[in-house]
């Protein structure tokens, strides 16, 4: 009888459908980036990173540095593309492309930073991800393993009820009458015979229809540590947009001018773009508000996930995801939006894990 294959874990499939998406942006990319690279602005930007410390130390041209770009962007390609069909053979449960892929993953991140953007890196990281636990077990054939039960409590032992010094308050059946045995040889004349119980404290039967002792209470199966952190990364990243927004706007607020010279210092297309400093003011206000109140209504979800809400959870999830894509189009432009963007994925991977989908609070 041929022996089941072992069903796919759910980490596997994340992580190959990343790997496989992730590689056709990075060449789209690519191609942007090459097409880019004779434009009078990249001219520019290479002339002036050259100009200054410490482009300036490096003893080469505008040209061998435009060379140098098209070359790791050529890397950069050819990685992703081998990348995106690796990804659908780590579906076929294919081991030799998994340790292809890990091969690749060094140059793809390290050429990538400059034309593949964080999608690179995004890869990079779906391929370390194939060989964590349960992904390990089901690349070498193996069933998964169980999650470990807690320790079973000791239930504890029957007390028996305290003697009662007269009759319970539910009327008792009716007493019997005690027996006297026959008078043994040797009694003293005139002496009460002994009866049956003598010396011994009277015992009444327990009221009808009450259990001798309370039953021990089930004990549901511990909270899972993935579920623990998963809450904790969202509150501390909600806590510190909600910190950074707020603080944002009171500067704004505050000093608008010195806000607005710095801007338009850093971006100086936008002092072209038409829009006046009320309006970048008005919609700086607006997505604080937006972004706070989503913030607040995800640590609600965390909460109520965390005291095991099944609906909570999903909302988590759902949350986090459309939190992801907002970070991916954006961390081009700011690569401070790595870090959230880092605790939004982990996020991702501990609510997706099957001892959080299992488990449920105690009852």
């Known amino acids: 009888m041929s022996e089941t294959e072992p069903l796919r874990p759910r980490q596997v499939t994340f992580a190959a459908w990343m790997i496989m998406a992730g590689s056709v942006l990075v060449l789209v990319s690519v191609f942007e980036h090459v097409a880019g690279l004779q ?3 990249t001219r520019e930007r290479i002339e002036t990173f050259l100009s200054e410390p410490p482009g300036d130390g490096l003893g080469i041209g505008a040209n061998a540095v435009t060379d140098l770009l098209r070359t790791l962007a050529l890397v950069t390609g050819g990685c992703a593309a081998a990348a995106a069909i690796l990804g659908y053979q780590v579906l076929q449960r294919s081991r030799s492309a998994r340790l292809v892929l890990s091969v690749l993953a060094v140059p793809l991140f390290l050429a990538g ?3 593949g953007g964080f999608m ?22 193996k069933a998964p393993r169980p999650a470990p039960e807690p320790p079973p409590r000791p239930v504890p032992a029957p ?3 305290p003697p009662q010094s007269g009759p319970p308050l539910s009327g008792p059946p009716a007493p019997v009458p005690p027996t006297y045995p026959a008078p043994q040889q040797g009694a003293a004349p005139g002496a009460p015979p002994p009866y049956v119980g003598f010396g011994e404290a009277p015992s009444w039967p327990a009221a009808p229809g009450m259990p001798a002792y309370a039953p ?10 993935a579920l623990i952190w998963a809450c904790a990364l969202t509150w501390t990243i909600c806590a510190l947009v909600t910190v950074g927004m707020l603080l944002t706007s009171a500067v704004l607020a505050a ?3 010195a806000v607005f010279d710095e801007l338009y210092q850093q971006n100086p297309d936008l002092a072209d773009a038409g829009l006046s400093r009320t309006t970048l003011t008005t919609a700086v206000f607006v997505l604080t508000g937006i972004f706070g109140l989503w913030c607040v209504a995800a640590s609600v979800f965390a909460a109520l996930a965390f005291r095991g809400t099944a609906w909570a959870r999903t909302a988590l999830l ?3 995801a459309v939190a992801t894509v907002l970070l991916v189009l954006t961390v081009i432009g700011n690569i401070a939006m790595v870090i959230p963007l880092a605790a939004c994925l982990g996020a991702i991977m501990l609510l997706l894990r099957p001892e959080v989908r299992a488990w449920r609070p105690r009852g």
């Open 39 to 41: 434009s009078l602005e």
């Open 113 to 115: 930073m400059t034309s």
């Open 120 to 141: 690179s890196a995004l890869v990079a990281a779906a391929s370390v991800m194939l060989w964590f636990q349960p992904a390990r077990d089901w690349f070498d054939g």
């Open 159 to 161: 007390v028996a009820d």
């Open 216 to 225: 021990a209470r089930t004990a549901g199966a511990p909270r899972p540590q």
């Open 255 to 257: 000093s608008p001018d």
């Open 318 to 320: 759902v949350s986090a």
